[in-house]
């Protein structure tokens, strides 16, 4: 059981330490003479903060502070084999919604005219995949009018996931979305809501949209 000493002692160190923009640490050597410790105890103190997401170590790099990044395929496979169907709804609910308020604060008029473009192009895809496709591009498309490249990338990121996750299903009907599918109008209030610069009706108009679209996938899923 490792004492509680060297591990105080090496979270206070972090807390304090300059670590640089990467928040790579010093080597095990240098670490460890710094925090007047040996390196096998040092080693139990790392693997301990690392097991609750203080640190993550990369093999030839050394350790750094923070959980370990997404930054690879493999990563990715290893988040679609963990979750599921309702928690990608969940995570959609919680992010989505301000993605679409940033975006009617910041989307450009060229933007705007491409959201309006997806929307339309869901609506006259003559088939489910390519209303999929453009389903797809019109949420990307909000992702990039936040003018944030780091949420444009944790989009990207879910978007991945759920396509591993939720359309795999097979469809029951494998034409066309029927004229009054419900996405069509939902879409039009969350661009237009962008295109007048309200923000709050933004955000609740995509959380409406996503709303339906867990209900949808629960009957579909038999939950």
Known sequence: MLDASPLEKLRSYLESADL???????????????????????????????GQGVVWRHVGKGTFLGERPIDSATDINALVLRTNPTEVMAARLAFEPEIARLAAVNA??????????????????PT??????????????MG????????LGLLDTMTTVRRAVTWSRRRDNPGRPPADHHSFEQHDRIVEAVAA???????????????????????ALGY
């Not at 450009?108 to 895809?125: S, V």
């Not at 995949?129 to 389903?135: A, F, L, T």
């Not at 610069?197 to 867990?214: F, P, S, Y």
């Open 108 to 125: 450009t008029g060229a933007q705007i005219n491409d959201l309006r473009a997806c929307a339309l192009k869901c609506r006259q895809a």
């Open 144 to 151: 990039e009018a936040t003018q944030n490249s780091l949420l």
């Open 128 to 141: 489910w995949r390519q209303y999929e496709h453009h389903d797809n591009r019109l949420h990307r498309a």
């Open 197 to 219: 610069r309200d923000g709050q009706a933004a955000a609740d108009a995509m959380r409406a949209h996503l709303r339906t679209v867990e209900h949808h996938l629960r009957e």
């Open 20 to 50: 640089g923009d990467d928040g790579r640490l010093p080597p095990e050597r240098e670490l460890a003479e710094t925090l007047d410790m040996g390196r096998t105890v040092l080693r139990k103190a790392l693997a301990t903060l690392q």
